[in-house]
């Protein structure tokens, strides 16, 4: 009938002998279970189960014993919940009821949305949900810090630890432990100002909490103060941190920002948003450290965020060209990435992410400033006249993609899990299996630099149709052209070609079947890719518009009107017509038709089409010889 629990601790047993006192030691995983009628402590559940109840048991259990084994499908420690009666199992995987039970439902505080991808370190400890660091007035007695755990219940703070950070020096200028307090019973804890309405849980002096350039870090450490075990700015047992700033002084905390929120610009708690006072308010999300989570809203202690609608996402803004620094040995190969778009749009929302096919998740992860210039234009990375620069030591790999993302900081920056509504453009440069599947793209899909498209110089990837988005045939190689109108195919370099194209490799054919597929489907971009495997010059889509083709027993035949970057590319497309003549094969390709496109289907039709009218012929040559040989 008693109630317990079952803990499993890292350490010396000599640190926990019988009979002393609960520790205060947070376990590595935790059982607590209250007996019929009977429940235990406050201080054992809040303990070793913050957030969580214990397991009730029930009267039927009590005779002959019973077994309870881990069944949920959650995997997250110290939390009975995911405990449930089944067979003994020692030493052998756990005979679980079917279907698994699913215990755990995340209660959000009111005005705040879960995003649909939490990670896992995500949803179970303290979090910062609303900071207020300026008040009107010259006493500023209204200064608050709220937390909040996403459990939504009562919950003991042992351990928890709260620094105020002076970005000045980068050091703490308070430290401020709040073991011995409890949340409320929706999972808020609020310390400030001594004269805050409603009374906040711990009081703090008026003007305790700096205006900034500053930080407030929440940190478990049960070991003492953070800064006493670490050099710097502390970061072992970071729980969650927001970096705020005044007008005009974004760039004094910069070490802050780079240790507690990296790649992400301080908050700026806007007095001109609101009329009266204003907070920042966690109102995107349960990630940690992730500023874009925040809105400037109206302060609400211990009450639902008031928050305020999200902007819709900017329309019209595009990728419009790549390079990276490593294509190409050239002196000028510079990284960039270029975003076009409707002059002076607000980029607000958006994160450029950038992927490496040799590093799992994103190397670049930028959220945009500003707006799009007059031309349309917006540049990011190490050009002169850049909008912004790349984060020091980040580049744009050899092979990878970037990608143009709105949705909250820390889901573009995973990259994992992006939705339609979230992936506003990619660009992907390589063929890397896992990359393209993760960012929901196919083999076929990809952009590859060809460097002999540009004759001695530095080499990107340009955008030549401007509204088709995460579509492989609005690019080409070209030469570089940032802040500016993209290089792209013209009829001034075109020329007349005519080719006929054999099968190419085995493994082209198990992929795609002879060239028949090609056409019946109309599949220019396939097309080109088969005639660029001849010519690797940098062939396109866009090369093809005034081009024809046919297909006959396998072989392709290209004829037509060919454009071009360059004279240097012309030379390289008519090299490739001369290796390949159409004429060279005799009857292997077709005549020209009329039609642009035309298929084996159409071909082996007319055969037996002449086929018909020969035996008709002849059919008609006999009858006519019978009947005169009769009259005769």
């Known amino acids: 009938d008693e109630s317990g629990a079952v803990a499993i601790y890292s350490g010396r047993a ?89 215990p755990h439902s995340i209660v959000i505080p009111g005005g705040t949305d879960s995003p649909p991808h939490l990670p896992p370190w995500g949803n179970s400890d303290f979090l910062i949900n609303e900071l207020n660091t300026d008040t009107p007035g010259a006493a500023e007695d209204g200064e608050y810090i709220e937390l909040w755990h996403p459990s939504g219940r009562r919950v003991s703070l042992q351990s928890i630890w709260i620094l105020l950070f002076s970005a000045h020096n980068n050091r703490p200028y308070r430290e401020i432990s709040l073991s011995g307090h409890f949340t409320t019973s929706k999972g808020y804890f609020l310390l400030g100002s001594d004269r805050l309405v409603p009374a906040p849980s711990l009081r703090l002096p008026p003007n305790t909490i700096q205006n900034g350039p500053d930080a407030v870090a929440l940190y478990r450490s049960p070991f003492g103060p953070p800064s006493a075990t670490q050099r710097g700015i502390p970061t072992k047992g970071l729980l969650d941190a927001v970096v705020y700033r005044q007008r005009g002084s974004d760039k004094e905390a910069q070490e802050l920002s780079k240790a507690l929120t990296p790649g992400q610009l301080p908050l700026l708690e806007d007095p001109e948003v609101l009329p009266g006072d204003e907070a920042l308010s966690r109102c ?45 040995n050239h002196s000028q190969q510079r990284a960039f990435v270029e975003l076009h778009g409707p ?52 580049k744009v790999p050899v092979r990878g993609a970037v990608v143009l993302c709105y949705d909250l900081f820390s889901v573009c920056r995973a990259g994992t899990a992006l939705t339609n509504s979230s992936l506003r453009d990619v660009l992907v440069f390589s063929e890397n299996q896992q990359l393209l599947s993760s960012l929901s793209t196919t083999r ?114 290209v004829w037509g009107n060919i454009q071009a970057l360059s004279n240097h590319q012309k030379a390289l497309i008519i090299q490739t ?50 009947y005169f040989y009769r009259r005769r």
Not at 34 to 47: I, M, Q, V, Y
Not at 292 to 309: G, I, M, Q, Y
Not at 361 to 390: E, H, K, M, R, W
Request: hydrophobic letters at 35%; a negative charge; aromatic letters at 8%.
């Open 14 to 102: 000599s640190d926990f002998p019988v009979g002393s006192p609960l520790s205060q030691i947070q376990p590595l995983d935790a059982f607590v279970f209250a007996g019929p009628g009977n429940k235990p402590s406050a201080n054992l559940t809040e303990t070793l189960i913050p957030g969580r109840q214990p397991y009730q048991l029930s009267n039927s259990l009590r005779e002959g014993g019973f077994c309870l084994s881990r069944c949920g499908v959650a995997t997250w420690a110290r939390d009975p919940g995911v405990f449930w009666e089944a067979p003994q199992t020692p030493g052998q995987p756990n005979q679980c009821p079917w279907p698994k039970i699913c």
């Open 284 to 328: 995107r999300g349960l990630y940690p450290y992730d500023l874009s989570a925040f809105s400037v809203a109206p302060p609400t202690p211990l009450r639902e965020n008031s928050c305020p609608r999200p902007p819709p996402a900017p329309e019209g803004v595009v990728i419009s060209e790549v390079a990276s620094g490593h294509w190409t």
């Open 343 to 394: 002059p002076m749009t607000d980029l607000r929302g958006l994160v450029l992410t950038v992927f490496d096919q040799e590093r799992s998740g994103t190397v670049i992860a930028l959220p945009l400033t500003g707006s799009i210039d007059q031309d349309g234009f917006y540049i990011v990375g190490n050009v002169t006249g850049a909008d912004q620069t790349f984060p020091e030591g980040s």
């Open 444 to 557: 076929g899909r990809q952009v590859i630099p060809a460097l002999r498209s540009v004759e001695d110089g530095p080499v990107s990837l340009s955008r030549c149709s401007c509204c088709e988005v995460r579509s492989p045939a609005s690019w080409t190689s070209s030469s570089p052209t940032p802040h500016s109108t993209n290089l792209c195919p013209s009829s001034a370099f075109s020329s007349d070609i005519d080719l006929c194209l054999g099968p190419l490799s085995s493994v082209w054919q198990e992929q795609s079947g002879d060239c028949s597929g090609l056409i019946q489907g109309k599949r220019v971009a396939e097309v080109a890719d088969y005639l660029e495997q001849r010519c690797h010059c940098g062939i396109s889509a866009l090369y093809l518009r005034g081009a024809n083709f046919s297909c006959v027993s396998g072989w392709l035949r």
């Open 577 to 626: 017509s001369h290796m390949n003549p159409s004429s060279a094969q005799g009857d292997v390709c077709s005549a020209p038709t009329t039609d642009r496109y035309t298929s084996t289907a159409s071909a082996l039709g007319l055969q037996i089409g002449l086929i018909v009218a020969v035996l008709l012929l002849l059919g008609l040559g006999a009858a006519l010889f019978t």
